[in-house]
């Protein structure tokens, strides 16, 4: 697709629809819209940015883009990790931002009304003093609701609670012709139609920039206990995982890191855990009413724990001790960052896979001579590993990591998994998105969003090639 270069006489155009205040291009904006979190990712400058405060703003750009064949990148908090937001052929950032209202809680109905921009903490905080709780909880906050469902993001209570898509009740989104349409609505079931809500959600933005959302939310939990849990192998703390599961009340969050890991975040962030010469750990966390209501199942955990060779059992206790461990388990990919150039592996796997996927990565891992330090949710099967390039050679190890994230995508698929668990694919996974997945299925796929984007301006590039 040729699109066209933004003119001053475009530029005009576009601003008379934003408004000036609305409108940027100045050189900070247009180099911190270039990227997003992702490592080894080539930065790609927008040729404007701007900001909406309305849907039928929204409406009014996508229609101005759609009819002069601008692309358009709609972006939220700018945290993904596959480079979705990232503006691959220039064009338009559409950052939602300032559409960031908290329309309406419902507590009596269980919903919340919001716009996209509206962060998770922001939302935590707006429905803490309803005692509501919106249970997606991921590794950086600042993410938005919209990026959110444009990923599926899952987190730490994916293992309890699911994915975002578990979570919304209906959307409010613009399609690339400017045409506005509503999905769903306050309520839980629906049988009218086809699912637009889900269609949309996981989508990229690549389908509708969403505008308005219908959240599912629950009370909010009474207590929360964290245990730490050191095993001498992977394949022990990996083995405990579904006998975890089988408890009557499963945990929340039930996460995994790998020795290296945790010897990673010990030197660069400065938080130190027991048992930190161990070859795998567990972090279980638990919830539940009052303490005492968590504590009955202590016993159970341990014995699990310690039946399939864990050394150790550790409880923090106290409320600074639980705080130091989840931002143990929260500052993982600040430490990795700074170890190295790295690369992120998202596979997910069915549960009673992760030991067999496991085992592939690390010979993989031996067998190409690259570290590949691994954590992840190992309640839900969401495996992420981190090819870290400890060698002076960055251009020898940059050469031989697509053969090394090849054959560990292919090992997930051959245990029946997929190559993205959470972060989605972006541009990062888009040439092995064939892996564990059909042509007919990915033809489907391009076939829709034909029909919704046919000139292609809304976010080219991403998840496949069209
Ligand atoms: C330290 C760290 C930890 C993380 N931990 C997790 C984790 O535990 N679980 C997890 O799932 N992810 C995690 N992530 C990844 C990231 O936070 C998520 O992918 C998140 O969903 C991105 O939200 P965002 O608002 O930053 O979106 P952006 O990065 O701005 O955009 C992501 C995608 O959403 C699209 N988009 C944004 N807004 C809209 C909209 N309104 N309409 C349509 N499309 C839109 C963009 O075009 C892009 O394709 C982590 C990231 C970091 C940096």
């Known amino acids: 697709m040729k699109y066209k270069k933004i003119t001053a006489q475009l530029l005009k155009q576009l601003e008379e629809i934003t408004g000036k205040d609305n409108i940027s291009v100045s050189e900070t904006d247009l180099n911190n819209f270039s990227i997003d979190e992702s490592p080894e990712m080539q930065p790609h400058a927008p040729e404007v940015v701007v900001r909406p405060l309305t849907t039928s703003i929204v409406s009014d750009i996508l229609r101005f883009a759609d009819r002069n064949l601008i692309p358009v990148t709609p972006r939220g908090g700018g945290t993904g990790l596959s480079g979705g937001c990232v503006p691959l052929f220039g064009g338009i950032i559409l950052s939602l931002e300032r559409m960031n209202h908290i329309i ?3 507590a009596d109905n269980f919903s919340a009304i919001v716009e996209p921009g509206v962060t998770l903490d922001q939302l935590a905080g707006n429905l803490a003093p309803h005692n509501l709780h919106y249970p997606i909880h991921i590794g950086d906050m600042s993410a938005t609701i919209g990026g959110t469902i444009a990923t599926n993001a899952g987190g730490m209570n994916a293992v309890k609670y699911g994915v975002t898509r ?9 399609l690339p012709s400017g045409k506005i349409i509503e999905a769903g609505g306050e309520y839980i079931k629906c049988s009218t139609g086809y699912d637009l809500t889900q269609i949309l959600i996981g989508s990229e933005g690549t389908l509708a920039v969403v505008t308005r959302i ?6 909010r939990p009474g207590n929360r206990e964290i245990l730490f849990v050191p095993f001498s192998d992977l394949q022990s703390a990996i083995r405990t995982v579904p006998e975890l599961l089988r408890l009557k009340t499963i945990p929340m969050g039930l996460e995994f890191l790998d020795g290296e890991v945790v010897r990673l975040i010990e030197k660069y962030v400065d938080i130190k855990v027991p048992h930190d010469e161990q070859d795998a750990f567990l972090m279980i966390i638990m919830e539940g009413d009052s303490t005492e209501d968590i504590v009955q199942y202590f016993g159970q955990i341990e014995s699990i724990c310690r039946s399939n060779g864990a050394i150790e059992f550790f409880v923090p206790g106290d409320e600074t001790g639980k705080r130091k461990l989840i931002e143990f388990r929260e500052k993982a990919y600040q430490a990795i960052r700074r170890a190295g150039p790295f690369a992120l592996i998202d596979v997910v796997v069915p549960r009673n896979e ?11 891992s031996q067998e190409l001579d690259m570290p590949a330090p691994s954590m992840g949710h190992a309640g839900d099967g969401n495996i992420h590993i981190h090819p870290i390039c400890f060698d002076p050679d960055i251009a020898a190890w940059r050469k031989k990591l697509p053969v090394l994230m090849k054959r560990i995508y292919e090992a997930g698929a051959a245990v029946g998994g997929a190559i993205s668990g959470e972060h ?30 046919p000139n ?11």
């Not at 578990?166 to 613009?174: F, M, R, S, T, Y």
């Not at 064939?434 to 984007?453: H, N, P, R, W, Y």
């Open 424 to 453: 989605g694919i972006g541009i990062d996974k888009k040439k092995y998105m064939s892996i564990g997945i059909s042509q007919e299925t990915i033809s489907l796929m391009k076939a829709i969003k034909a029909c919704v984007d």
């Open 166 to 174: 578990q979570h919304i009740l209906g959307l409010q989104a613009v």
């Open 354 to 364: 992760i030991a067999n996927f496991m085992a592939s990565v690390k010979k993989i």
């Open 104 to 106: 309406k809680i419902s």
């Open 214 to 219: 219908i959240l599912k939310v629950m009370p």
């Open 456 to 466: 292609n301006i809304l976010n080219p590039g991403k998840i496949f090639d069209f």
